[in-house]
């Protein structure tokens, strides 16, 4: 009798212990630049653009995702997880939406290659990367174009998307165009200067 109660005692720790020892199955999300492609001005020559650094709040500025709660309360999700750093991400993604909407193919981020080439530099300050499940993301952002030779152009982004659908993936995607929004702004900047 006392055997039996040894072994189903053994037994219960083991299950015990590989059910304490299984973590909850984590989710891994990318920002994604958008679709739209403008053309190339006629008699323009793509411009060369750098971008970067970015800086963030340090709120979000961690592998997880952070969403609003309430006015004075985040959640920091550890199941929902950047897949790399917004640090390097968001430079890449801005890179990647002012390639698109300027027609070039030379514009790269601050970790690609130092840019010491580039006839535009672009530094971002990420003030505000706020997201609300079931609602949508508002991202503010003060940026400053640099052209060689040439006065720097500063501006703010103010950009709020809906989100389109339930879950943490949604958020995301709305993050994503939220960023298009804000490259669109330093799109029209760095237009002005070329026509300058």
């Not at 002012?98 to 672009?122: C, F, H, I, K, M």
């Amino acid at each position: 009798m006392r055997s039996h109660l040894v072994r189903a005692a053994v037994i219960a720790l083991a299950i015990l212990a590989s059910a304490c020892g299984r973590s909850p199955r984590v989710s891994f999300y990318t920002l994604s630049p958008g679709v739209q492609a403008e053309a190339q001005v006629p008699g323009q020559a793509a411009p060369s653009v750098a971008v970067g650094p970015v800086t963030l709040p340090e709120v979000v500025d961690r592998p997880q995702l952070v969403v609003r709660v309430s006015e004075n309360r985040v959640g920091i999700l550890e199941a929902h997880r950047w897949a790399e750093p917004l640090k390097s991400e968001i430079p890449r993604l801005i890179a990647q939406n002012l390639g698109r909407q300027l027609g070039s193919s030379r514009v790269t981020s601050y970790g690609q290659n130092a840019g010491a080439d580039a006839e535009y530099r672009v530094l971002v300050d990420v003030v505000r990367m706020e997201s609300v499940p079931g609602e949508g993301v508002t991202v503010q952002a003060n940026w400053t174009v640099r052209r060689t030779g040439s006065a720097r152009r500063s501006g703010q982004s103010l950009v709020q998307e809906k989100a389109t659908g339930a879950g943490y993936e949604a958020l995301v995607a709305a993050c994503s165009r939220a960023f298009v929004g804000v490259s669109g702004d330093i799109a029209k900047a760095i237009r002005a200067g070329a026509a300058d």
